[in-house]
């Protein structure tokens, strides 16, 4: 005998009569099979169990008295499962979805019909001969999914007549999401391959992305062209790794909040006026230490007490090693450290956020200098910077002690 899900409701039927604690849509439907409504989940399971689980307004209870059969289609992350909701909803016009005859209480994304074309956010119908794709129903989801495809594949913002006319990169090529439209550093050429990804992304087509990116990097590398070939590495990895990322908002179901940032790397220098100095490097993936990639630097070309001339040479061979670059790095210490950090990271024409930690007078009181950071737990930064100080003491400590003890005879 199958047990009801949901035991207030015996007669709601769920598919393979489980519900999965996955991102993902869930497909509301009445006794005749219609579809009453789709809605987005980072956690199916939380989510449609909500629905059930205490009163609602009356519209929303008139829905569920409705509802005798739940559907749902698992996503890798929060952020596809947006874009899927989004394309099901103007494929279906569930009647609970559909607020407005006139459609504009829906927002869409709309790539402009220009040169340099713009990724925009826009309201109701449109008076542009750009491509959009939606609707979508949280303003707040979608400028948040816009963050993160910028993070992968950075866009324009800047209108046509401002095109390689600024005297200075803008703020947003400083963190690495605008492409150079601001200062001309990139061509058409290159540039039209983000917005065709972007594009694949919208219409759900990550897997024909990831093919399409090994593809190029294997043409690069063949080509000798490695600068080019990990900047399509470092995109692939940024699109497989996005799954503990929470879109949703609390009112939809969300359990955490946005994180921007999924692999976080942390450095810290150790050393008494320049003795076996040290630094090191953790990481953090999706605000959880990875300690299998924790990496331990001793100094070899600084002599003396100067921290940030060895957090240069910490980067340097960081930079020059294979491993997935990270979307953002923390240094302990303030602006000449955030400083160094950047230069060394410009040097190999590398884009990646920097910020400082440093602590206040009363050293209680921590302060970030640097990058502006959106959305990210600060929790999250004071254990990287913790951690990164422990590693460091750490190894600075054995290798102080390793010159008193003495060889056997």
Same mark, same amino acid.
């Given at each position: 005998?199958?047990?009801?899900?949901?035991?207030?409701?015996?007669?709601?039927?769920?598919?393979?009569?489980?519900?999965?604690?996955?991102?993902?849509?869930?497909?509301?439907?009445?006794?005749?099979?219609?579809?009453?409504?789709?809605?987005?989940?980072?956690?199916?399971?939380?989510?449609?169990?909500?629905?059930?689980?205490? =009163?609602?307004?009356?519209?929303?209870?008139?829905? &569920?008295?409705?509802?005798?059969?739940?559907?749902?289609?698992?996503? +890798?992350?929060?952020?596809?499962?947006?874009?899927?909701?989004?394309?099901?909803?103007?494929?279906?016009?569930?009647?609970?979805?559909?607020?407005?005859?006139?459609?504009?209480?829906?927002?869409?994304?709309?790539?402009?019909?220009?040169?340099?074309?713009?990724?925009?956010?826009?309201?109701?119908?449109?008076?542009?001969?750009?491509?959009?794709?939606?609707?979508?129903?949280?303003?707040?989801?979608?400028?948040?999914?816009?963050?993160?495809?910028?993070?992968?594949? =950075?866009?324009?913002?800047?209108?046509?007549?401002? @095109?390689?006319?600024?005297?200075? =990169?803008?703020?947003?090529?400083?963190?690495?999401?605008?492409?150079?439209?601001?200062?001309?550093?990139?061509?058409?050429?290159?540039?039209?391959?983000?917005?065709?990804?972007?594009?694949?992304?919208?219409?759900?087509?990550?897997?024909?992305?990831?093919?399409?990116?090994?593809?190029?990097?294997?043409?690069?590398?063949?080509?000798?062209?490695?600068?080019?070939?990990?900047?399509?590495?470092?995109?692939?990895?940024?699109?497989?790794?996005?799954?503990?990322?929470?879109?949703?908002?609390?009112?939809?179901?969300?359990?955490?909040?946005?994180?921007?940032?999924?692999? @976080?790397?942390?450095?810290?220098?150790?050393?008494?006026?320049?003795?076996?100095?040290?630094?090191?490097?953790?990481?953090? @993936?999706?605000?959880?230490?990875?300690?299998?990639?924790?990496?331990?630097?001793?100094?070899?070309?600084?002599?003396?007490?100067?921290?940030?001339?060895?957090?240069?040479? &910490?980067?340097?061979?960081?930079?020059?090693? =294979?491993?997935?670059?990270?979307?953002?790095?923390?240094? +302990?210490?303030?602006?000449?450290?955030?400083? &160094?950090?950047?230069?060394?990271?410009?040097?190999?024409? @590398?884009?990646?956020?920097?910020?400082?930690?440093?602590?206040?007078?009363?050293?209680?009181?921590?302060?970030?200098?640097?990058?502006?950071?959106?959305?990210?737990?600060?929790?999250?930064?004071?254990?990287?910077?913790?951690?990164?100080?422990?590693?460091?003491?750490?190894?600075?400590?054995?290798?102080?002690?390793?010159?008193?003890?003495?060889?056997?005879?």
């Amino acid at each position: 005998m199958t047990v009801p899900i949901f035991k207030n409701r015996p007669d709601v039927k769920v598919k393979n009569n489980m519900l999965p604690e996955n991102s993902g849509v869930y497909l509301m439907k009445d006794t005749n099979g219609h579809l009453l409504y789709v809605g987005k989940a980072g956690n199916l399971k939380r989510r449609v169990s909500s629905y059930f689980a205490r =009163p609602h307004n009356e519209r929303l209870e008139k829905m &569920v008295s409705e509802i005798k059969k739940i559907d749902y289609i698992v996503t +890798d992350t929060a952020l596809e499962a947006l874009i899927l909701e989004a394309s099901l909803i103007k494929k279906h016009t569930p009647p609970y979805n559909i607020k407005e005859k006139d459609d504009r209480s829906f927002l869409y994304i709309e790539i402009t019909n220009e040169k340099f074309q713009r990724v925009m956010l826009v309201r109701g119908k449109s008076t542009s001969a750009g491509k959009r794709f939606g609707p979508f129903t949280s303003a707040g989801s979608l400028r948040d999914a816009l963050r993160i495809i910028r993070r992968i594949f =950075p866009f324009n913002v800047h209108s046509p007549e401002t @095109i390689g006319k600024f005297k200075k =990169p803008c703020f947003d090529y400083e963190l690495g999401l605008c492409p150079g439209t601001c200062i001309g550093t990139i061509n058409e050429k290159d540039y039209k391959k983000n917005i065709h990804n972007i594009a694949l992304l919208l219409e759900g087509k990550k897997k024909s992305i990831l093919k399409l990116l090994a593809r190029r990097m294997k043409s690069e590398s063949v080509k000798l062209n490695f600068e080019a070939a990990q900047k399509l590495k470092r995109q692939m990895f940024s699109l497989q790794h996005i799954e503990d990322i929470a879109l949703i908002g609390k009112n939809e179901g969300a359990e955490t909040i946005t994180q921007q940032y999924q692999r @976080i790397e942390g450095y810290d220098i150790s050393n008494i006026s320049g003795d076996a100095a040290v630094g090191s490097m953790v990481v953090f @993936i999706n605000g959880k230490p990875d300690k299998e990639s924790y990496r331990k630097f001793k100094i070899q070309t600084v002599l003396g007490a100067n921290d940030t001339e060895m957090l240069h040479e &910490v980067l340097e061979r960081r930079l020059h090693n =294979p491993w997935p670059f990270p979307d953002l790095i923390l240094v +302990d210490g303030g602006i000449n450290q955030v400083n &160094v950090a950047r230069r060394t990271l410009a040097k190999s024409n @590398i884009k990646i956020p920097v910020i400082g930690m440093i602590k206040g007078p009363d050293r209680k009181e921590t302060r970030l200098v640097g990058s502006s950071l959106g959305m990210i737990d600060r929790n999250t930064l004071i254990q990287v910077r913790d951690e990164a100080h422990r590693f460091a003491i750490n190894y600075h400590k054995k290798l102080r002690s390793a010159r008193f003890i003495k060889p056997k005879k």
